[in-house]
């Protein structure tokens, strides 16, 4: 059955001579693998180009029940990534978000929030003139609403120590080694009012915002379901 959905490339792999199967984020659907023909000639109907990480498309699909991976009808870019395609910078964040977001959006039950907020963002990074290099911080903690795993930022400024299992602040040090110290703490103080807006007021050394980013996969590591190691990370610690 053909369906009109929107989506966001997560990422691709191949699949033989003639087909990559890509990984796409869906309104409808949440995240769908589909079959897409590999081919460079001009009057392919589905242009491979189209695919770079973080594309937000237009698509007719087919979806048949009980089938892994699903056909492409027809794709269109809803609009151009000119800067996260050049800006070298923007495309090692572009890389590895699409990649945290295949680990992250296996299912989810609010696709079309969860949808609208990574759309907004891939825009909002478009446009970015400053603070870039904060953007995946900014992004990740932001996802944390629509995963289901937002900490519980009560107790923010009165405990010192923050349990990363139970999303939490707490008084004192937890019996197990999965938690923030009170230094490590004080970054959350000012991270939890990042945004793409403000993103460019904070501050922070390549030493300072790569341990952070470490903290926050850290903390989807513990309450996400198989959670690898992502390829594209070094890349970007090397960028940013």
């Not at 937000?56 to 990534?81: C, G, M, S, T, W």
């Not at 004192?172 to 110290?181: D, E, G, I, R, V």
């Not at 460019?200 to 198989?226: A, C, G, Q, T, V």
Request: proline residues 3%; glycine residues 4%; charged residues 20%.
């Amino acid at each position: 059955m053909l369906h009109k959905t929107e989506g966001i490339v997560l990422g691709s792999s191949k699949y033989s001579d003639r087909y990559s199967i890509v990984r796409i984020f869906t309104r409808n659907f949440g995240t769908v693998s589909y079959l897409l023909p590999l081919s460079n000639s001009k009057k392919a109907k589905i242009k491979t180009s189209l695919f770079f990480p973080l594309s937000v498309l237009n698509l007719e699909v087919e979806h048949i029940p009980l089938r892994d991976v699903h056909k492409l009808k027809d794709a269109e870019r809803q609009f151009p990534l000119y800067d996260i395609c050049n800006n070298m910078i923007k495309v090692s964040l572009a890389f590895f978000l699409s990649e945290f977001l295949m680990r992250v959006l296996k299912e989810s039950d609010n696709n079309e929030l969860t949808f609208d907020y990574i759309k907004n963002s891939v825009e909002a990074l478009e446009a970015a003139k400053k603070g870039v290099a904060n953007f995946h911080i900014a992004f990740i903690i932001g996802l944390t609403r629509f995963t289901g795993i937002y900490p519980n930022w009560e107790n923010l400024y009165n405990y010192g120590y923050f349990d990363l299992i139970n999303g939490e602040f707490i008084s004192s040090a937890p019996s197990h080694k999965h938690y923030l110290n009170r230094m490590q703490c004080s970054y959350l103080v000012h991270l939890q009012r990042m945004n793409y807006g403000n993103m460019h007021l904070f501050k922070l050394s390549r030493e300072n915002r790569n341990m952070i980013l470490d903290y926050l996969i850290e903390y989807y590591r513990l309450h996400l379901y198989e959670f690898p190691k992502l390829k594209s990370l070094e890349i970007l610690r090397e960028m940013v």
